[in-house]
């Protein structure tokens, strides 16, 4: 059911706003996308977690195993006092094991889209650590310009995990890090998790889970243009649609139509032909080289780097 308008708080409405614009944007035209921070509304988002959970999804057990290894040196790196700013924080479980290590911090500022995912999350973080100042930030961390000034004296490390850098166009990762680095200031640092190229098999099956969790997010974004947009999508005439693209170094994740049909969306109409297919993610991956060349363009450098012994996922300290 929509949410009335009357009902919205002004930035609710200038969120749908946004959403609307950007959906009748990229659906007009060709090839069709929808920017993927659309997938993580407050279902997308649990769906998500839900993924990181699925035995294929190797990045968030293996990202975690690594932190878990390195969060003692991670916060010695980062110093006392600090204040630890999440960039697309969702449920925040891997910051947990950061947070464990650096008991001393000067405040944590998760950053994430969907305003109601954050709230939980923030409210969880401040019942399980009483004695730890919680700042959480909604918006898109792509066009944030400014952190609370409750953070404005504290040394600033970002934490950008799970490897969303790699839902970046490499131009838009280098952007992101320069907007960064001017955030976190000279003195700040990022810890970045970054998923690595590896057999092509492992990036298919991570995916293309079996129970089927990663196609429920995909087309959650069509049941969420339904319920925001007033729009007509019969979720059973489309379906998921994900593969590697060893060429370019990225998963290619789509919507596919599976007849040819006409959708409304919000007033207005679109015609998808059988099989075509609308874009709404890239995962990039990366080699250890080609990190330290975003860092470098990105304005920072590589100061440690580590992975589990199968290389099959990074976490750098760029400084």
Request: proline residues 5%; charged residues 25%; negative net charge.
């Amino acid at each position: 059911m929509n949410v009335p308008l009357l009902a919205m708080d002004e930035g609710e409405r200038a969120d749908l706003d946004a959403f609307r614009r950007d959906v009748l944007a990229g659906l007009a035209e060709a090839p069709r996308a929808i920017p993927a921070k659309y997938l993580y509304d407050a279902r997308g988002s649990a769906l998500f977690d839900a993924i990181c959970e699925q035995p294929e999804y190797y990045p968030t057990r293996t990202e975690a195993a690594i932190l878990r290894q390195r969060a003692q040196e991670i916060a010695r790196l980062g110093g006392r006092g600090c204040a630890l700013v999440e960039y697309g924080s969702g449920s925040s479980v891997k910051t947990r094991l950061l947070l464990e290590a650096m008991p001393d911090l000067h405040a944590y500022v998760p950053i994430d889209i969907s305003r109601r995912h954050l709230e939980a999350t923030a409210r969880r973080l401040r019942e399980d650590y009483p004695g730890l100042r919680v700042d959480p930030v909604t918006g898109d961390y792509m066009a944030l310009d400014a952190l609370p000034d409750t953070i404005s004296d504290a040394r600033r490390i970002g934490f950008f995990p799970g490897s969303t850098i790699g839902n970046l166009m490499p131009e838009e990762a280098v952007l992101f890090l320069r907007r960064a680095r001017r955030l976190l200031r000279p003195d700040g640092a990022l810890v970045l998790g970054v998923d690595l190229k590896k057999d092509p098999q492992w990036l298919h099956d991570a995916y293309n889970d079996r129970a089927g969790v990663t196609a429920q997010f995909t087309l959650n974004l069509l049941r969420r243009m339904n319920r925001e947009l007033e729009a007509t999508f019969d979720l059973s005439a489309f379906a998921h649609d994900a593969s590697y693209n060893e060429a370019a170094g990225r998963i290619e994740i789509y919507f596919r139509s599976l007849r040819d049909q006409m959708v409304t969306i919000a007033g207005s109409r679109f015609q998808f032909a059988q099989g075509e297919r609308i874009h709404t993610e890239y995962s990039y991956k990366y080699d250890q080289t080609e990190i330290a060349e975003l860092a470098r363009q990105g304005g920072f450098s590589v100061a440690a780097s580590w992975t589990d012994p199968s290389r099959l996922f990074a976490v750098a300290f760029l400084k």
